[in-house]
């Protein structure tokens, strides 16, 4: 993730880069533009060797994921990832949200060096393109993306043959949203109808966390003490080993609060190599619970994604809902090279804990 180096000297930065969102204009969110954002459609960085299915099915229901967001995160001093994005897909299935289970999310990288097929070797002008294609549905390198959803999809609509589809249940969703008043009209330019299994689109911008003045100590010890023994019916160590979990996992939240509570509206908290910020001391990731990369090396935290992010989603349902404490992303340290394709990387999702005391 991009930040500047500008901070006054009278901040003192915490090395964590913070995300928020912004809105932004369409073509600012397009893959010539390196964006981050949520939402919308993925903008592939590299446009050969993408994800496709069944790659992309949810190992819990088996439909195809949808993409979540996306950071550009290059690695300063390394030709081969002087591009390089990260991608996170999920499913759009509420009741795949199950507790502290992280089948229904993938996550990718995609890197190229700075001389490469698809992109001008200098940076990008900060101005409207005056031609920038429809790389939602076409990439220039001929992949076929699916309509609704952005991902690989070859299968044309049989009528019109103008359209394609990563699936039969994409077809199916954008045929009653879209497609069947626009598959036989002449000119099938196509509007961009609202898509209801897209989220919503935003910028993902970001700015240097920076250190709280005072008080540094202070809630966590109180905390500590709110731990309720009043029951005699449990033996002793039962209600010891309860005491101290119970104090541990409130001792953890609200260390989370505090960190999060100067800047109340982030999404996101990025620190390559750094330590995730958990929510509970429930279902913490230990080094063997993150897989090696197939290449060998071992992987990393990069980045989190915060529970504030649902807030802008739109996914509140009174009954069950997309929903997460926090997502942490682990991502090879070597950031390797897997035959020019997307490389999978590796995900953790935690939910806040059941009995949540503060
Ligand atoms: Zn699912
Ligand atoms: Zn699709
Ligand atoms: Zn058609
Ligand atoms: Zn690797």
Redesign the pocket.
């Known amino acids: 993730m991009m930040m500047a180096g500008d901070a006054s000297e009278s901040e003192r930065e915490t090395g964590v880069v913070l995300g928020f969102l912004e809105e932004a204009e369409p073509w600012q969110l397009l893959s010539a533009q390196f964006p981050s954002k949520v939402g919308g459609k993925p903008a592939w960085l590299s446009r050969l060797g993408l994800p496709e299915l069944p790659e992309l099915?949810?190992?819990?229901?088996?439909?195809p994921?949808g993409f979540l967001l996306q950071v550009y995160a290059p690695i300063v001093g390394f030709e081969r990832s002087f591009h390089r994005t990260l991608y996170v897909l999920c499913?759009?299935?509420p009741?795949?949200y199950t507790r502290n289970d992280n089948?229904?999310f993938k996550v990718y990288r995609s890197q190229l060096p700075r001389k490469n097929d698809f992109y001008p070797y200098d940076p990008p002008r900060d101005e409207e393109p005056a031609d920038s294609g429809d790389e939602h549905r076409l990439l220039s390198s001929g992949v076929k993306l699916c309509w609704l959803c952005g991902c690989p999809g070859q299968k044309g609509c049989s009528r019109c043959h103008s359209v394609t589809y990563c699936s039969k249940e994409h077809q199916t969703i954008d045929w009653k949203q879209r497609h069947k008043n626009e598959c036989s009209a002449e000119a099938s330019s196509s509007s961009e109808v609202p898509n209801s299994f897209l989220f919503p689109e935003w910028e993902l911008v970001t700015e240097p966390e920076t250190h709280p003045v005072k008080g540094e100590e202070s809630l966590d010890s109180k905390c500590l003490e709110q731990v309720d023994c009043a029951s005699s019916e449990l033996e002793e160590k039962e209600l010891e080993s309860m005491a101290h979990h119970e104090s541990q996992d409130s001792k953890v939240f609200q260390k989370f609060k505090k960190r999060i509570a100067p800047e109340p509206e982030q999404v996101l908290r990025y620190c390559r190599g750094g330590a995730p910020l958990w929510v509970s001391s429930e279902h913490v990731a230990s080094t063997a619970d993150v897989p090696k990369c197939p290449c060998g090396a071992n992987r990393n935290f990069e980045f989190q994604i915060m529970p504030q992010l649902l807030n802008y989603l739109k996914v509140d349902r009174p009954d069950a809902s997309i929903d997460w404490g926090m997502l942490a992303i682990y991502t090879c340290t070597d950031s390797c090279d897997q035959g020019n394709k997307y490389s999978l990387e590796f995900i953790w999702k935690q939910d806040f804990s059941e009995d949540q005391p503060c």
């Open positions: 099915l949810c190992e819990k229901c088996q439909l994921l499913c759009r299935t009741a795949c089948r229904c």
